[in-house]
T-cell receptor
Framework: GQSLEQPSEVTAVEGAIVQINCTYQ??????LSWYQQHDGGAPTFLSY????GLEETGRFSSFLSRSDSYGYLLLQELQMKDSASYFC???????????FGKGTKLSVIP | KAGVTQTPRYLIKTRGQQVTLSCSPI?????VSWYQQTPGQGLQFLFE???????NKGNFPGRFSGRQFSNSRSEMNVSTLELGDSALYLC?????????????FGQGTRLTVV
């Protein structure tokens, strides 16, 4: 079957760095995406990894290891507005269908 | 460029009724996907349409159906509503320009079945 596992909750201090891990299981895999969703809001795209390695976009970085079926999202210089749910998702072949993990609720505290 | 627009934003329906939700994708996007979001199950894929053709369907009963029009606008229909259908229904559009890797979501339709 297809599945993604990520921690349900993470708490971190403002200004710190936090890493949200995601392990996945699938037979057909084309890339790992990360989305952010604030309470009451729509998911918004953060990053995408098709190849192994690190992708950096401002304060956010995402990493993928295809051999380990593992990825993570790294958030640096945490701000209160980063408090949200973060979802990893993979896309398969032949469609733009996304399979999501259950999400990690990040709480940033002063 | 306008984002993905979903209507209505909120709906209250009674068990047994049917409901139709609408989604207008970003101009130029030909792929529209629908997702159901609930606290217990998270984001679950319903179906994806590309150029009026359903390319994939998730593991949902036949009461859930959809279609896409020639202008890429999409509708989803749920018949014989059940209490468990209460959820946030999200629509997302994508473009081949980015290989479909970035999905743009609408604000969703919050459906409550009573």
């Amino acid at each position: 079957g297809q599945s993604l596992e990520q921690p349900s909750e993470v708490t971190a201090v403002e200004g710190a760095i936090v890493q949200i891990n995601c392990t996945y299981q699938t037979s057909g895999f084309y890339g790992l995406s990360w989305y952010q969703q604030h309470d009451g809001g729509a998911p918004t795209f953060l990053s995408y990894n098709a190849l192994d390695g690190l992708e950096e976009t401002g304060r956010f970085s995402s990493f993928l290891s295809r051999s380990d079926s593992y990825g993570y999202l790294l958030l640096q210089e945490l701000q209160m507005k980063d408090s949200a749910s973060y979802f990893c998702a993979f896309s398969g072949a032949g469609s733009y269908q996304l399979t999501f993990g259950k999400g990690t609720k990040l709480s940033v505290i002063p | 460029k306008a984002g993905v627009t979903q209507t209505p934003r909120y709906l209250i329906k009674t068990r047994g009724q049917q409901v139709t939700l609408s989604c207008s994708p970003i101009s130029g996007h030909r792929s529209v996907s629908w997702y159901q979001q609930t606290p217990g199950q998270g984001l679950q894929f319903l179906f994806e349409y590309f150029s009026e053709t359903q390319r994939n369907k998730g593991n949902f009963p036949g009461r859930f159906s959809g279609r896409q029009f020639s202008n890429s606008r999409s509708e989803m229909n749920v018949s014989t509503l059940e209490l468990g259908d209460s959820a946030l229904y999200l629509c997302a559009s994508s473009t081949p320009d980015r290989g479909g890797t970035e999905a743009f979501f609408g604000q969703g339709t919050r459906l409550t079945v009573v």
